[in-house]
């Protein structure tokens, strides 16, 4: 079976997303690196005690996809 996986994000629907896109327009989608970038990059202004599980799974799966096997949460 093939996994479907969404080409682009759109910050809006992910809460820690959406204030780690606090200077762009966060109902624009952005591609899945760009997330990845964003999550990367700003890690320490994400609090993972309040992602929502679709949140937290979306960040594993795009740190799957491109952080090489690294996992930026537990």
Same mark, same amino acid.
């Given at each position: 079976? &093939?996994?479907?996986?969404?080409?682009?994000? &759109?910050p809006n629907d992910f809460?820690? @997303?959406? @204030? @780690?896109?606090? #200077?762009?327009?966060?109902s624009r989608p952005i591609d899945r690196? /760009? +997330?990845? /970038? @964003?999550?990367?990059? #700003?890690w320490r202004h994400v609090d +993972?005690?309040?992602?929502?599980?679709q949140e937290a799974a979306l960040i594993d799966d795009l740190a799957k996809e491109f952080g090489h096997g690294y996992r930026m949460f537990v």
């Open positions: 079976m &093939v996994e479907h996986r969404a080409t682009t994000i &759109v809460p820690q @997303l959406r @204030l @780690l896109a606090w #200077n762009r327009d966060a690196q /760009e +997330a990845f /970038e @964003l999550y990367d990059r #700003n +993972a005690d309040r992602l929502t599980p």
